[in-house]
T-cell receptor, first 115, second 113 residues
Framework: AQKITQTQPGMFVQEKEAVTLDCTYD???????LFWYKQPSSGEMIFLIY??????QNATEGRYSLNFQKARKSANLVISASQLGDSAMYFC????????????FGKGTRLSVIA | EAQVTQNPRYLITVTGKKLTVTCSQN?????MSWYRQDPGLGLRQIYY???????DKGDVPEGYKVSRKEKRNFPLILESPSPNQTSLYFC????????????FGSGTRLTVV
């Protein structure tokens, strides 16, 4: 069963606007971590933000915030004040705590920022 | 600088010619992993290693081998590459803590003709 679902293959956003990238996950482990990575056209994987399953507050890192809704099993990434350099693939990923399981990725969302 | 180094960055090879993609990390991480990335499929795990001499299959292990003789190195071996192994490959390392994400190498773009 797919553990990470990103339903938006592609998104467009106007420069300086905010955008939300969706991510839902599936796990029975009460302890897990959620991650977002950015992959620009150059190909490298860049870590953006982390949310732990027991964290009370939504994670924020600069213009990135994670809208964590535990009951809905969603972990949406919000990018505020989009910039042209934000155009990239974005991957949501999850790591369960039980048994040192690996990082499992969604299929990604391609974000295009329009001037 | 803390990093994962994988080589080569680009490789074009012919079907059946054995190749090795090297991966090395300098962060003393226990956990290392190989992923392949294909359009529309995201990143899929090939093999992982939780420590020296401990390796296990990921989601797509067929056609690949790995070894972990030293903590810092985790090479990916394709004994007899086939065109369906044309892909972008990433090596990554991590501590075993769930709150720690992976540090990725720069990727190896492999083409098998």
């Amino acid at each position: 069963a797919q553990k990470i679902t990103q339903t938006q293959p592609g998104m467009f956003v106007q420069e300086k606007e905010a955008v939300t990238l969706d991510c839902t996950y599936d796990t029975s482990d009460p302890s897990y971590g959620l991650f977002w990575y950015k992959q620009p056209s150059s190909g490298e994987m860049i870590f953006l933000i982390y949310q732990g399953s027991y964290d009370q507050q939504n994670a924020t890192e600069g213009r990135y915030s994670l809208n964590f809704q535990k009951a809905r099993k969603s972990a949406n990434l919000v990018i505020s004040a989009s910039q042209l350099g934000d155009s990239a693939m974005y991957f949501c990923a999850m790591r369960e705590d039980l048994g040192n399981t690996p990082l499992v990725f969604g299929k990604g969302t391609r974000l295009s920022v329009i001037a | 600088e803390a990093q994962v180094t994988q080589n080569p960055r680009y490789l074009i090879t012919v079907t059946g010619k054995k190749l090795t993609v090297t991966c090395s990390q300098n962060m003393n991480h226990e956990y290392m992993s190989w992923y392949r990335q294909d359009p529309g499929l995201g990143l899929r795990q090939i093999y992982y290693s939780m420590n020296v001499e401990v390796t296990d299959k990921g989601d797509v292990p067929e056609g690949y081998k790995v070894s972990r003789k030293e903590k810092r190195n985790f090479p990916l071996i394709l004994e007899s590459p086939s065109p369906n192994q044309t892909s972008l490959y990433f090596c990554a390392s991590s501590t075993t803590r769930k709150s720690y994400g992976y540090t990725f190498g720069s990727g190896t773009r492999l083409t098998v003709v």
